[in-house]
């Protein structure tokens, strides 16, 4: 990444090692557009919800929730369209936001990253349908009951999902 703009992104969902996204970062590692920095946690407690779909939904509500743990990537510019295409921040599913992290093993010094969170346009409602109660981390059990874009029903809208979703009682 010599030369490149790079942007420190914090994962905490599907994107994570292990989890049914994470073949993009590895993809990214292996053309030299992101390296592991290795497993953070949030200097502020967020919420950390599970929408539809077993989605992960990180939601900008610092002093909510719990402090997230997740893997912190420094990421090129053609890495970070790649990863905003699949968080959909151009149609409203996600958007970047900046967030403080520090390093899960020393804890010490803050880093300034970005995260993907939850679209304002549903974030607050998701957190109170979900009844104010978060995750400290999107693990093993939640990480089984992702399904994947190609694994949803043909003509699946996750984003008239999460809104069906939000507004039924």
């Known amino acids: 990444m010599a030369g490149a703009t790079q942007t420190l992104i914090f994962t905490y969902g599907t994107l994570k090692q292990g989890h049914g996204n994470h073949y993009l970062m590895e993809d990214l590692i292996r053309q030299n557009e992101a390296i592991f920095l290795g497993a ?3 200097h502020q407690p967020h919420p950390l919800v599970i929408g539809p779909h077993g989605i992960p939904y990180f939601i900008n509500l610092p002093g909510y929730g719990h402090r997230v743990k997740g893997e912190l ?3 090129s510019t053609r890495g970070l369209v790649r990863l905003d295409e699949l968080e959909g921040t151009s149609i409203g599913h996600y958007e ?4 403080q992290v520090y390093e ?4 010490d010094d803050l880093v300034a990253t970005e995260a993907y969170f939850a679209h304002r346009s549903f974030g607050e409602r998701l957190w ?3 009844g ?3 995750l400290i981390e999107f693990g093993e059990k939640e990480g089984k009951e992702y399904v994947g874009k190609e694994d949803r029903p043909d003509g699946c809208d996750f984003l008239h999902d999460i809104t069906s979703f939000v507004n039924n009682p």
């Open 40 to 42: 953070h946690v949030t």
């Open 73 to 75: 990537y420094t990421v």
């Open 96 to 99: 970047r936001l900046p967030i």
């Open 104 to 107: 899960e093993e020393k804890g």
């Open 128 to 130: 109170e349908k979900k």
């Open 132 to 134: 104010k109660v978060g």
